[in-house]
């Protein structure tokens, strides 16, 4: 079965970097384009960032981009995201997503990983 | 570009709860729902409008013309009791709506 699991979360200092992992399992990881999506506690949530199947498309929120950077391993089946001079706003629980479609480029998450929870406090 | 979603709805046990999302010509997009409950990650339950992934009930049904798309809720049972996103995209971004805590009761 597919499973996603995140991994990397903590507390940080703001201005800090920390660098999220998701490991994909159960599905044939170079196939599919990969998401972020994050949510603050108690409020919804928001989309931060995507990657194509092979890693040569990136597209990002504005409210990350030239933060953060999203990548992936084919060979490890793992997604990543750097997350740099991070700020109190970023707090936040990160989901990986996984694409429901291939190779069309649609964007519905049929698969999420379980979260992982960065609290950036000094 | 931006989704509404009412706050809350409430609905009793048994009767359809119709959750709406809008946007300016949102119509014109594609448009997923998720469904969350407290605690746990989100669950695709309509994508392309209209279309149910499989293992979601046949109660869950979408629809989406001019400014608005609606999740319909058919025989609404206590499990439903959750918060719902809709969702859009193009090829270079995401937008999710606000979300509407959906009660029953």
């Known amino acids: 079965q597919v499973q996603l699991v995140e991994s990397g979360g903590g507390v940080v200092q703001p201005g800090r970097s920390l660098r999220l992992s998701c490991a994909a399992s159960?599905?044939?990881?170079?196939?599919?384009?990969m998401h972020w999506v994050r949510q603050a506690p108690g409020k919804g949530l928001e989309w931060v960032a995507v990657?194509?199947?092979?890693?040569?498309?990136?597209y990002y929120a504005d409210s990350v981009k030239g933060r953060f950077t999203i990548s992936r391993d084919n060979s490890k089946n793992t997604l990543y995201l750097q997350m740099n001079s991070l700020r109190a706003e970023d707090t936040a629980v990160f989901y990986c997503?996984?694409?429901?479609?291939?190779?069309?480029?649609?964007?519905?998450?049929?698969?999420w990983g379980q979260g992982a929870l960065v609290t950036v406090s000094s | 570009y931006e989704l509404a979603q009412p706050p809350s709805v409430s609905v009793s046990p048994g009767q359809t709860a119709s959750l709406t999302c809008s946007g300016d010509k949102l119509g014109e997009k594609y448009v997923c729902w998720y469904q969350q409950k407290p605690g746990q990650s989100p669950v695709l339950v309509i994508y392309?409008?209209?279309k149910r992934p499989s293992g979601i009930p046949e109660r869950f049904s979408g629809s989406n013309s001019g400014n608005t798309a609606t999740l319909t809720i058919s025989v609404t049972q206590p499990m439903d009791e959750a918060d719902y996103y809709c969702q859009a995209w193009d090829i270079s971004t995401v937008v999710f709506g606000g979300g509407t805590k959906l009660t029953v009761l």
């Open positions: 990657i194509s199947y092979d890693g040569t498309n990136k």
């Open positions: 997503a996984k694409d429901l479609m291939t190779p069309v480029a649609e964007y519905y998450f049929d698969y």
């Open positions: 392309q409008d209209t």
């Open positions: 159960g599905f044939t990881f170079s196939n599919y384009g």
